[in-house]
């Protein structure tokens, strides 16, 4: 569909998308991604004072184990997070440098259109869309995520 991994995507290219529900299907994946990250940050920094609570007895009654299952939360947060990121490792070339950019500050860190504009130094708002549309169709795509008129 791309001739060059570094072009957008072309508007007659995107018109078999139903771009609303793409769009939908990439934000949830990435709000999970965040989420993920979140939750993994939360537990690791608690990770030490739950072992050291452990060890003064605290939590033996036997019939559960806090820290197990926390371990066991880290790795499904790990596992997610690192599937995406593996999956951005194989494709980013697909993407152009303007693309890898709301990537990594839309989809990743949520940050505001302005600030992705500032970014990018572009004052068009139609500009970043055609972008980021392109963007998101195509990280659609990595993921199984893309819907069809």
Known sequence: M????NDYLQLADLKV???NATKTNVDAL???YRRYKNKEEIIRKRYKASLS???????????SDPV????????KYKKFIDTVD???KLNYGDLSKDEIV?????LIDKLSEEKIMEYLNISSSSSLYAR???CIIKVAMWFDLEVYK
């Open 2 to 5: 791309v001739k060059n991994s």
């Open 17 to 19: 998308f139903d771009y």
């Open 30 to 32: 990435f709000s999970k």
């Open 53 to 63: 609570l452990d060890n003064l007895g605290i939590y033996s009654n036997g019939k």
């Open 68 to 75: 197990g299952n926390k371990i066991e939360q880290l790795e």
């Open 86 to 88: 593996e999956v951005f």
């Open 102 to 106: 709301i990537y990594k500050k839309y």
């Open 132 to 134: 980021k549309r392109s």
